[in-house]
């Protein structure tokens, strides 16, 4: 079997695929500070509503205020930080601008590896809060791809194509524990062939979104290679297909924007390295 080979054309557009996929943060948008550093945006509607909340005198909310434009956290605890936090997102999310709750909560991990606190995961991009997720190509022998296709009824990006599991990293979890858990329940992978990961990087995207929030995430990337034999099968009611196509055909699915934005990136960088 020959080797599949990009051309010039397609290794730079590949290149340029990942190159902007950390783009600037939309102007309009409104800086959350912990302490000294900024570590997230929010729109000037939810700004708005917070500095309201706030300022209710029944509210007993004591590290959060809002000041000169901005959000300022401050620098308490991460357990105080969080129960703080999660009162505002159910605020936010009774007066309907915090949408698509998954009983979920993320972490928001520092420049030093600290938990600083957690909170529900839709909060994080309402809040332009950097977050950590998973990516996994998996592959075969004869130069194919495992592609999922994700649900109609996912809250984000229905019915696109994404890599064969991806998922944000819970707020108790491992990298390693969250790329097996996302194996097991979008793809049916079990113990033994999880055992098979090779972890390869990791890639940080920001983006506006079309509700003007922030998406802001570090890719924790994984190549599996699979059995020839291999046939995934989901098992949380994410994914509602699977295809396998050769490395030619994801290229055009990755050029046209068939797949998630950060599916395309992860991609693109498998493409990069196996072509």
Not at 65 to 71: G, M, S, T, Y
Not at 132 to 157: C, E, F, M, P, V
Not at 245 to 260: I, S
């Amino acid at each position: 079997m020959t080797n599949y080979q990009l051309n010039t054309n397609s290794r730079s557009a590949l290149r340029e695929i990942i190159e902007t996929s950390f783009r600037n943060v939309p102007q309009d948008l409104l800086p959350v500070q912990l302490n000294d550093q900024i570590i997230g945006y929010v729109t000037h509607t939810i700004f708005v509503a917070i500095q309201k909340f706030i300022d209710l005198e029944e509210q007993d909310i004591n590290f959060i205020h809002c000041a000169n434009q901005k959000i300022i956290i401050d620098g308490a605890t991460p357990n105080k930080l969080s129960i703080e936090l999660r009162i505002l997102a159910q605020y936010l999310r009774e007066i309907h601008l915090l949408t698509g709750w998954r009983e979920e909560e993320f972490s928001f991990i520092d420049e030093h590896a600290h938990e600083r606190f957690r909170v529900e995961r839709t909060f994080f991009r309402a809040f332009g809060f950097h977050s950590r997720a998973i990516h996994i190509n998996g592959y075969n022998s004869k130069q194919q791809l495992w592609l999922a296709r994700r649900s109609n009824t996912k809250h984000i990006d229905p019915n696109l194509l994404d890599n064969i599991t991806a998922g944000g990293i819970g707020a108790n979890e491992t990298l390693l524990n969250s790329a097996h858990r996302e194996l097991r329940e979008e793809a049916g992978i079990g113990p033994e062939l999880a055992q098979q990961l090779n972890p390869i990087s990791s890639i940080i995207v920001r983006r506006g979104l079309t509700d003007s929030s922030l998406h802001h995430e570090t890719l924790y990337t994984y190549d599996l290679e699979l059995p020839l034999s291999f046939q995934p099968q989901n098992q949380d009611q994410e994914v509602s297909d699977f295809i396998l196509v050769d490395y030619g055909q994801a290229l055009e699915y990755v050029l046209n924007e068939e797949l998630t934005i950060d599916a395309g990136v992860v991609t693109a960088d498998f493409l990069l390295r196996h072509c």
